[in-house]
């Protein structure tokens, strides 16, 4: 599609020019954004406010971009990007708020989502002031500092509604959870399960006992494992992120028709 339905802006073509192997960089700058599989199509996953993205191409009013957090590529409004920063800090909390002023009862500017990232230029009292705005500095992590288990990471986003190529606390689906569980723990992860099936962790024997944070694949699905007799997911059964009682869980994808169990992974550890 890049090479035939689109051709890259003047802006683009310019910058292209200057060097042919320094990619040129943007950063996400509302909220949450559709990563879309061509301009005004369907959603295949989402980027979140400050993530630094690689601009490919441009025209007609979308960018083609490839997210630097784990390589994917889709189609964002060209509207929705600003020039890459060194951000500071990322949003540890499930979601957090940005103020218009260091003061709780301020007008609420922005929503942010865990794993949001921004550039911090001072401190206000409980605040942060950043380029969203204030943000509570409870909420925040520095640029570096990670977490070190995946399931306490994805159970803060327990109750979160299921939405299909979802990458935040507003809406969410299985791959995204464990994407957003492992990246916040240091953990490289693809963004959807059929790669994450491929690539995370260590592929262990039929019959191996489940322990925490490990990973369990169905065709479509993936789910954690908080312990042995519980799966954490975000799951269109529930539509929302659920624990669910682990070898229940397995019969009944069963008998829906999904098949089996089609991999038992184990991830590194972390931290």
Not at 106 to 111: I, K, M, T, V
Not at 173 to 180: F, K, M, R, W
Request: proline share 7%; aromatic share 8%.
């Amino acid at each position: 599609m890049p090479g035939t339905f689109f051709r890259p802006s003047r802006t683009a073509r310019a910058l292209k020019s200057m060097s042919e192997t320094k990619p040129v960089l943007a950063r996400i700058t509302p909220p949450v954004v559709d990563l879309l599989r061509r301009p005004d199509g369907p959603r295949d996953r989402q980027v979140l406010c400050g993530e630094t993205v690689e601009v490919q191409e441009e025209s007609q009013g979308w960018s083609h971009i490839r997210a630097t957090k784990d390589d994917y590529t889709g189609y964002v409004p060209q509207k929705v990007l600003a020039p890459a920063q060194a951000n500071s800090h990322w949003v540890s909390a499930p979601a957090s708020h940005a103020y218009s002023a260091a003061d709780f009862k301020s007008a609420e500017l922005a929503a942010l989502s865990f794993g949001s990232q921004v550039l911090v230029s001072g401190f206000e009292g409980r605040f942060a002031v950043c380029d969203q705005g204030y943000v509570p500095k409870v909420h925040l992590k520095a640029m570096g500092q990670k977490l070190n288990d995946p399931v306490s990471v994805a159970m803060g986003f327990l109750g979160t509604p299921y939405l299909w190529g979802g990458n935040s606390r507003f809406g969410i689906d299985c791959s995204g959870l464990v994407q957003a569980a492992c990246l916040a723990c240091g953990i490289a992860c693809p963004g959807d399960s059929g790669p994450q099936e491929r690539e995370l962790g260590e592929l262990l024997p039929k019959g191996s006992a489940y322990l925490r944070n490990d990973l369990l694949f169905w065709k479509g699905h993936v789910a954690l494992v908080q312990d042995p007799e519980t799966l954490l997911h975000a799951n269109v059964h529930a539509m929302a992120v659920a624990l669910e009682p682990l070898e229940a869980a397995i019969a009944r994808i069963a008998d829906q028709g999904d098949g089996p169990v089609t991999a038992h992974r184990r991830l590194p550890q972390s931290g």
